[in-house]
């Protein structure tokens, strides 16, 4: 049951994401129907189906809190659907924080955290349609009658070779009830599993029953829209499994990369033996297989970029998040602020999307709480009453540009100066220019509120926005008006020098190794090293396969280790084996060159930051195990002499 | 009379400047990632704003023993020709305004390493500060790399108290 719930987890991350993401877009059209009777279908029936799919697959994970949660909010749904309730602020209210609440939920479960109690929200729910309406509320998802279920079957090689297949669950399913829908679904882990919708009379014996069989129950509540499925919502715009658009996993994306990497290699290898055979071959020969070693290299280059585009996400994944803080963050405060967003559609790196979230939710809640005005002091500025955040993205090239701009009172450039000395920064003489503002406002400790201010609270200063954008190569300018507004402005690179790579400790330092370098991984017994011909040895396949240790290559105080791992690098008489300590993890690393001379040093290829702003060094095996390979050739060749 | 900024530290208890426009920040240090057969006064690399950049230890660079990181110790990030790199320092407090005309060319008496990477001294109050040049500093540091041996020799320790040439 475990290993089923964890296959399934990452998927409903995933998931849930999308739906909520479909939610927040639909609150925000859904506020301006407020008090009104007739509300938009569509938005009620998109808002109605996120819901229902989000109960669906938060019962599939056994996610209890976010379910009941999501069934309360697809009830009240439901009753303005009916015309029974109308939406009152109270209820949009609601809804927001209903939203809110299952974010934080799924949030929560993500962490691995503590589950978020969503009770309370529940009940505020149950009360608010039976004061504003006469519906009933729904049946608890507890009830085991007849209902609509959703049945998930993963199949397995030992499930088949019991005789239970597709087919089988299919006709038993038939037996207990109607099949409403069947779909097949791929999850993370690349297994198939099967999806049906069922209305049946389900006992809790028969799910126990059916368990080891590999079906999973998980009821839909009676009158759920019949055909909403958990997974299947082509209109959320994002990419999902129907329509025109697959959801691909980062990982087989990062595997794709990697096997595009091995191509590089092995065409640069091609290029290396062409060079050495030209003299061998006639002329007009060896230039047609010249062009064609060229135009494998153009293909590749643009193979790469393909894969590079399938990761590109529109930034409206950030945009769409930002009128929530804002309208709760303007309420606390007492402001009056409208988010006008464009833009959303600009396209980005996934990777860059995930990282830049909190950046520009910091630059937002700033924007609130530092830049805006009250709505007295605007009026006494004569300025309308209500403030605009305006958040845009544009491509240019291969940067993006986000800005994030409000017309609120600028930084006060005598503030911020005072403010930086009493915090013992170093300010420099004279004028201080909006890069030397960015600066100072930038400085770690730099903070112009309280440690009770919601803002500051969090953690995250201009500092970690700043060290976040140079991380990820990109850069931030600011304009500041005294009385008429700050806007920030970031330029991003469309994508990033991303690579997969294997951190394995050596001595006391780890280091970064791209995967695309890597053929294997073995581990091998301190004591099977040998000595042979002056280098070191151990048996791999029932060769010798040359080593080098890397606490020599890198002149790190070697450990006592009893067992090593090790890299296996090039293949057939090239290879060799890199050994480490331990091969301590797998990621995403991103890719910052070395470029200045003082660190220049054969074998090490650059640095990457694994998120705790230290350097962490990029090891070019190749390069590693090409001396090695020079020096053991070298040795060798002096043994056949010798025996000569 | 024309007047610049500098900013100062200290190295062993001297008293430097550099011209605060050569000085892109000066940060906190609390761990420096060592290179490999890097220069023997260069600690390692450390992350600035994203960028890598190498860290110079004075210390070492002027000839003294270097000195464990502690919280007064700064990194300056110096740019120079289109290069930034970092000057670990034993602290970096202050800039100064100092006038042209109190800068004087280095006596016969400013002895050892430091001495080839001296502009000046100037005395401002009654204190005495030695003016570097940034440019002769890094250059300086371009020989070192072209003159270091391919190789060092495997099984070296590593420490801050350590002098390797």
């Excluded at chain 1, 658009?245 to 092995?266: F, H, K, Q, T």
């Excluded at chain 1, 006639?282 to 153009?298: F, L």
Aim: hydrophobic fraction near 45%.
């Amino acid at each position: 049951m475990t290993d089923f719930l964890d296959n399934f987890l990452d998927d409903y991350f995933a998931e849930a994401e999308e739906h909520l993401a479909v939610i927040r877009r639909a609150l925000l059209t859904l506020e301006h129907s407020v008090g009104q009777r007739r509300i938009d279908g569509g938005v009620l029936e998109e808002l109605f189906r996120s819901f229902h799919s989000l109960k669906g697959i938060a019962g599939m994970v056994d996610h209890r809190e976010t379910e009941a949660l999501a069934h309360e909010l697809e009830s009240y749904l439901r009753a303005l659907r009916e015309g029974d309730v109308i939406l009152t602020t109270g209820g949009m209210d609601l809804l927001i924080k209903g939203a809110g609440a299952l974010e934080a939920s799924i949030a929560a479960r993500r962490a691995k955290g503590p589950a978020r109690d969503t009770g309370v929200v529940v009940e505020e729910i149950q009360s608010l349609i039976t004061r504003d309406g006469t519906s009933q509320p729904a049946a608890k998802p507890e009830s085991r009658g007849r209902g609509n279920w959703l049945c998930t079957f993963t199949p397995s090689p030992a499930l088949i070779a019991r005789g239970v297949n597709v087919d089988v669950v299919r006709s038993r399913l038939r037996e207990i009830g109607e099949i409403i829908t069947a779909a097949p679904m791929v999850n993370a882990q690349g297994s198939v599993a099967f999806q049906f919708e069922v209305s049946a009379a389900v006992s809790d014996e028969l799910i126990e029953r059916w368990q080891p069989d590999g079906l999973h129950f998980t009821p839909i509540a009676p009158g759920g829209a019949p055909g909403a499925r958990a997974g299947a919502d082509d209109r959320s715009g994002s990419i999902l499994s129907s329509g025109h658009y697959v959801r691909v996993d980062l990982a087989r994306l990062d595997e794709l990369m990697r096997m595009i990497g091995n191509l590089v290699i092995l065409r640069s290898r091609l290029t290396d033996t062409l060079a050495r055979s030209e003299r061998h071959m006639p002329p007009g020969q060896y230039r047609e297989v010249q062009d064609d070693a060229e135009a494998i290299e153009r293909e590749l280059r643009e193979l790469r970029e393909g894969v590079m585009r399938i990761r590109l996400v529109p930034v409206g994944e950030i945009f769409r998040r930002m009128p929530f803080v804002v309208r709760d963050l303007a309420r606390d405060s007492g402001r009056s602020v409208n988010v006008v967003l464009s833009g959303q559609d600009t396209k980005i790196d996934k990777f860059l999307v995930e990282r830049m979230m909190d950046p520009v939710l910091h630059l937002v809640r700033n924007a609130v709480s530092h830049g805006i005005e009250t709505p007295v002091e605007r009026g006494a500025a004569g300025k309308p009453p209500a403030a605009t955040i305006r958040l845009s993205a544009s491509a240019s090239g291969e940067t993006v540009v986000i800005e994030i701009a409000d017309d609120g009172r600028g930084i006060d450039v005598d503030k911020v100066t005072a403010r930086a000395k009493q915090a013992g920064l170093p300010v420099p003489s004279g004028t201080i220019d909006a890069v030397a503002l960015l600066e100072l406002i930038s400085a770690p400790g730099f903070s112009t509120r309280d440690a009770s201010d919601r803002v500051s609270g969090r953690g995250f200063g201009m500092n970690v926005v700043r060290e976040t954008l140079q991380e990820l190569g990109g850069t931030m300018q600011v304009e500041t008006h005294p009385g008429e507004g700050t806007r920030f402005i970031i330029e991003l690179p469309l994508t990033l020098a991303i690579a997969a790579a294997m951190l394995a400790r050596v001595g006391d330092q780890i280091f970064a190794v791209p995967q695309a370098a890597v053929r294997e991984v073995a581990e091998f017994e301190a004591a099977s090293i040998r000595a042979m011909q002056g280098a070191e040895v151990v048996e791999f396949r029932g060769a010798p396969l040359p080593v080098v240790r890397l606490s020599t290559a890198l002149n790190v105080a070697p450990s006592d280790a009893t067992r090593f791992h090790a890299f296996i690098i090039g293949s057939g008489a090239a290879a060799v084996g890199l050994l480490v300590d331990r091969i301590v993890g797998h990621r995403e690393i991103v890719v910052r060159t070395t470029a200045d001379p003082l660190i220049r040093v054969e074998g090490v290829s650059g640095a990457t930051d694994l998120g705790d702003g230290r350097a962490v060094l990029i090891l070019d095996a190749g390069a590693i195990a090409r001396q090695a390979r020079d020096r053991h050739g070298r040795r060798g060749l002096t043994v056949v002499r010798g025996i000569a | 009379m024309t007047t610049d900024n500098y900013i100062l530290f200290t190295v062993a208890g001297t008293s430097y400047a550099l011209p605060s426009q050569d000085v892109a920040h000066v940060e906190m240090v609390d761990q420096v990632t060592r290179v490999p057969n890097a220069p023997a006064f260069v600690d390692g690399v450390v992350f600035s704003r994203g960028q890598v950049v190498p860290a110079i230890n004075m210390r070492a660079r002027f000839g003294f023993e270097r000195a464990a990181l502690d919280v007064s110790s700064r990194l300056l990030v110096v740019q120079s020709k289109g290069r930034s790199v970092g000057l670990l320092v034993d602290s970096c407090r202050e800039f100064m305004n100092v006038p042209q005309s109190s800068i004087h060319p280095p006596g016969e008496a400013l002895s050892g390493l430091s001495a080839q990477y001296v502009d000046g001294m100037a005395s401002v109050g009654n204190r005495l500060i030695v003016v570097l040049s940034l440019e002769r500093l890094l250059g300086s540091t371009e020989h070192a790399v072209a003159t270091r041996p391919r190789e060092q020799a495997s099984g070296e320790g590593h420490g801050y108290t350590e002098t390797r040439n």
